[in-house]
Every structure is written in structure tokens, then in C-alpha cells.
């Protein structure tokens, strides 16, 4: 290898860490290792879980995933902990809210001057951008992996309690994630938090919640009243392009593929199947995940809802009647 070659390979090599040290530098402190905390039948504290989370607020609001503080089978759902920071304090913190059809909840701690984290928009996320996981895996505090965007648009079925949701809208990276990684930091390489590490999904499969409009109103939604109130269709759905053929009828360029749908949901109930094309709901272009979860709001619960799909590349229309989501 040349002596230039080797010049701007040492020169890369040295942006590329650069890039994730400025990162770990700026978020790290806004990362918690969270230990939550249960009773036992003679009322002595145990552990029952752990994960991380991200300061929101410096007045002591947190963000972690639903299923952290997610129940044990047989328990009920852990309402407190222990946060700890690297700058060595140990806060003790009550589960404000969780929601997991989106895996987010909301913790707040007693004790305030927090450093919070810069939230990000996902909707800026380009496939094979840098990305980096803060999390606090098998208890190793701050600990870091550094990859990239994989894809975008993903869908996550999940279980809980018994019944099969999806999360929408999910971004995979190949940044390694491993138990305790959950509730912790995915961030862009300006130290902005664009996604919630949720999930392995496999070897080298990391998923992550986004930071979107959508996602930030359940936050919201999740501070204000510990809980979220949502429309529900019961499908599994990812962006594809429109087929040539539908592209002079409608505006935009992409649509809604429904991937899945769930026994029982008002997607089954109106004829909705695997392979058809959402295009258009309430009278509304749909381009994206995002825009159906936008439109899934606790006002259109029990109300109909017209539908446009293509299928086998004929337009149909549908009524959707949403229920709300429990």
C-alpha cells in the first residue's frame, strides 16, 4: 500500500472516531442505567429488570421502552428504580406512563439538573448513515457500538400480555445491541437522538423506535397524562413505491403495503389483506407509516373511516372503523 493510500485511509479512520468520540462525549450523560426495583411477598425490594433511558427534561423526565418496565409474567408492572449517570449519582425514579404499542414510556425522578439529551427527527435518517447506540448492555454502564442505518420503515410484531401488536416505522441498524441496550440512545453523528434502541432482532440486527412527529405526541401524551389514546386498525405495514400504473391518479410517490394483518382487528373485519396498497385514508394522501399513525388519534376511535386501496392493481374502497387500542 502506497504511502498516500495509507495517508487517507489514517485520515478516515480518524474522522470516523472522531465522529463517534464527539457523540459518546456529548450523550453520554444524558444516557441512565436503570435498575427496576419490585417487592417481594415479605415486602423486601429486589431487582426485576433492567435497561436504559434518556433524560428528556432537566427537571427529571426520562425516556425508555415500554417493555423495561414491562411485568414479569405473574408480577405487575415494576412502578420504580434506580437511575444511574456517569457522573455517579444514583436517582431514584416512578414510571410515569408506558405505551407499548409504540415500546415508549416515560420515568421521572425525584431530583432535577439533568443534562438532556438534543432530540433528532428520523425522518432526516438516510440508509447506510453512521449511527451510534448508547445503552448500558448487561449492566456495563455507557457502553458504546457504532454503525449504520441498515433500513428504514421496518415493522416489529410484538407480544404483550397475550395479544400480538406492531410496532411501525422501526429503524434497523447494525450497531450491536445487547440485553440492557433497551430504552438507551440511537444517535446521528451530530449527537442527536433519532431513534430508542428496542430490540435484537438477530446477529448484527439492531431495531430502534423513531424520533418522529408521531412518536414525540405520545411522549407528550405520556408526560402529561401517563397514558395514550390511539385509533387501531391491526396491520403491519412498510413504505413501498406506487406501481407505475397509479402514479398519474394520485399525488406523491409511495404508499403503505399492509404485510400483515391481525386476527380479530377492523383491518380483518373490512377485508384488508397481505399485499394490498394504502393509499389514501379519511380523505388523506397516505405516503408513509408516519402518516397513518398521525391520523390514528383518539378522535377517529369507533368512527368510520374511508379507505383507498390498490389490489392487484385496481383501486378499491373500504370502511375502516378504528377501535381503540388497549
Known sequence: MSAAVEERSAAALDAYSRAVVEVVETLAPSVANLRLLGRRRDGAQVPVGAGSAIVLTPDGFLLTSAHV????????????????FTDGRELRFDVVGADPMSDLAVLRTQDGELQPAQLGEAKDLRVGQLVVAIGNPHGFASSVTAGVVSALGRSLPVRTRGSERVIDDVIQTDAALNPGNSGGALADS????????TAIAGVGLGLAVPITPATRAIIGALMTDGRVRRGYLGIAGSVRPLPRGALADYSGSDCVEVQQVLA??????AGLQPGDLLVELAGRRIESVGDLQSLLQHDVIDTQLPATLLRDGQA???LLRPTELR
Not at 69 to 84: D, Y
Request: aromatic share 0%; glycine share 16%; proline share 6%.
Open 190 to 197: 451530530l449527537g442527536r437522538v433519532v431513534g430508542v434502541n
Open 69 to 84: 418496565v414491562a411485568a414479569p409474567r405473574g408480577r405487575s408492572r415494576s412502578q420504580h428504580g434506580v437511575a444511574s
Open 264 to 269: 380479530g382487528t377492523p383491518a380483518e373485519q
Open 316 to 318: 378499491r374502497r373500504v
